[in-house]
T-cell receptor
Framework: DAGVIQSPRHEVTEMGQEVTLRCKPI?????LFWYRQTMMRGLELLIYFNNNVPIDDSGMPEDRFSAKMPNASFSTLKIQPSEPRDSAVYFC??????????FGPGTRLTVL | AQSVTQLGSHVSVSEGALVLLRCNYSSSVPPYLFWYVQYPNQGLQLLLK??????LVKGINGFEAEFKKSETSFHLTKPSAHMSDAAEYFCAVSAGGGADGLTFGKGTHLIIQP
């Protein structure tokens, strides 16, 4: 298996622009997680899905952030409008039946 | 609610020496505990995990950790450090294993001196 796939790997955008991050979980996995990593706050859970249904979105920082999982093989995390403080590395992870979480390589987002 | 404290943002050891990375947790329910490693510009890789049962857990690359409930600790050790062990290490806790989000510590940067 190719593992968790994230795109793009790097994204540079200007303040106010819409940003969409994409994730393809490992085939057969039923849980999908979005995390954010910053120097100041470390690794934080943003939201997670089970069988494409959002279970806990309490970590989503504000209404500018939204996440969807239209099917078992694809999820998006959207920021609209983006702000410089959103600059971070965003990780997607997936797991099967509540076992080990496998992480993708991350998307490094820079908002100017 | 859960929380994780990793003592020491940077730990430096000589090649061949013992590696000890400290992790203390707080959890209102029996915890699932994890250690992940992150190499530069890469995602996180699971080193080992504790769910239930044996409190001494062995992982990949010669690492092991011991769950001590009385001390609320889950310290990571390796008898002999190798240069390739240089990386960022994260301790994490969850209430439901992989069926729940992970709460991470701030991480410990392990430096290996030749």
């Amino acid at each position: 298996d190719a593992g968790v796939i994230q795109s793009p790997r790097h994204e540079v955008t200007e303040m106010g622009q819409e940003v969409t991050l994409r994730c393809k979980p490992i085939s057969g996995h039923d849980y999908l997680f979005w995390y954010r990593q910053t120097m100041m706050r470390g690794l934080e859970l943003l939201i997670y899905f089970n069988n494409n249904v959002p279970i806990d979105d309490s970590g989503m920082p504000e209404d500018r952030f939204s996440a969807k999982m239209p099917n078992a093989s694809f999820s998006t995390l959207k920021i609209q409008p983006s702000e410089p403080r959103d600059s971070a590395v965003y990780f997607c992870a997936s797991s099967w039946l509540g076992n080990e979480q496998f992480f993708g390589p991350g998307t490094r987002l820079t908002v100017l | 609610a859960q929380s994780v404290t990793q003592l020491g943002s940077h730990v430096s050891v000589s090649e061949g020496a013992l590696v000890l990375l400290r992790c203390n947790y707080s959890s209102s329910v029996p915890p699932y505990l994890f250690w992940y490693v992150q190499y530069p510009n890469q995602g996180l890789q699971l080193l080992l995990k504790y769910t239930t049962g044996a409190t001494l857990v062995k992982g990949i690359n010669g690492f092991e950790a011991e769950f001590k409930k009385s001390e609320t600790s889950f310290h990571l050790t390796k008898p002999s450090a190798h240069m390739s062990d240089a990386a960022e290490y994260f301790c994490a806790v969850s209430a439901g294993g992989g069926a729940d989000g992970l709460t991470f510590g701030k991480g410990t940067h392990l430096i290996i001196q030749p």
